[in-house]
């Protein structure tokens, strides 16, 4: 009898060594952050949300650049968001608190946002994977996949990494002025 307990255990501990990362980990917010590390350009290359009107919102958008700028603040952040419609570029101004904005990652060039949203408009969780990257390894996705099973967070909507990102300062694209 005890070899079947040993080959019980045994089975038991491969697979253990196969399952997803563990929760505590994954929705652990960054202790530690260097301002400096989130300067530049960020490119979304994936988010979820629980508030499904803004899921489909952001499954329009063909592409979404970040913008971090330096900040002397070690409490909030302030980027710029910079959305693409086709040839259009929409910017838009955020300040975020840094305290449980920012979660772990194994990615060496990637950034987890969490926000919790209360507004008139909507409540949600939405977590969002930045990268310095267009596009991630299959393991950096699955860990992502993973936070999202934590915070019970619907699949997410991974941006067409063949699409086009807008520049830095988007051109105000009006029929009224020609060049």
Request: glycine residues 4%; proline residues 8%.
């Given at each position: 009898m005890f070899p079947v307990y040993v080959l019980a255990f045994l089975c038991l501990m491969a697979v253990s060594?196969?399952?997803?990362?563990?929760?505590?980990?994954?929705?652990?917010p960054?202790?530690?952050?260097?301002?400096?590390?989130?300067?530049?350009?960020?490119?979304?290359?994936?988010?979820?949300l629980n508030h499904q009107p803004s899921i489909?919102?952001?499954?329009?958008r063909d592409s979404i650049t970040m913008y971090f700028?330096?900040?002397?603040?070690?409490?909030?952040?302030?980027?710029?968001?910079?959305n693409r419609f086709g040839d259009q570029c929409q910017e838009l101004p955020y300040n975020i608190s840094v305290e449980g904005s920012f979660l772990y990652t194994s990615c060496p060039d990637c950034v987890v946002m969490k926000w919790v949203v209360e507004s008139k408009k909507r409540r949600s969780l939405d977590l969002y994977l930045l990268s310095r990257r267009r596009e991630l390894e299959q393991e950096e996705m699955e860990e992502f996949r993973a936070q999202l099973r934590c915070y019970q967070l619907p699949s997410p909507v991974v941006?067409?990494?063949?699409?086009?990102?807008?520049?830095?300062q988007p051109e105000i694209l009006d029929s009224r002025i020609k060049g």
């Open positions: 060594d196969s399952a997803p990362p563990v929760c505590e980990k994954l929705v652990h960054l202790d530690q952050m260097d301002p400096h590390h989130f300067e530049g350009r960020w490119a979304l290359v994936a988010g979820s489909e919102a952001l499954r329009l700028s330096n900040s002397s603040e070690t409490s909030n952040f302030s980027y710029t968001q910079i941006m067409d990494p063949t699409k086009e990102l807008c520049p830095e």
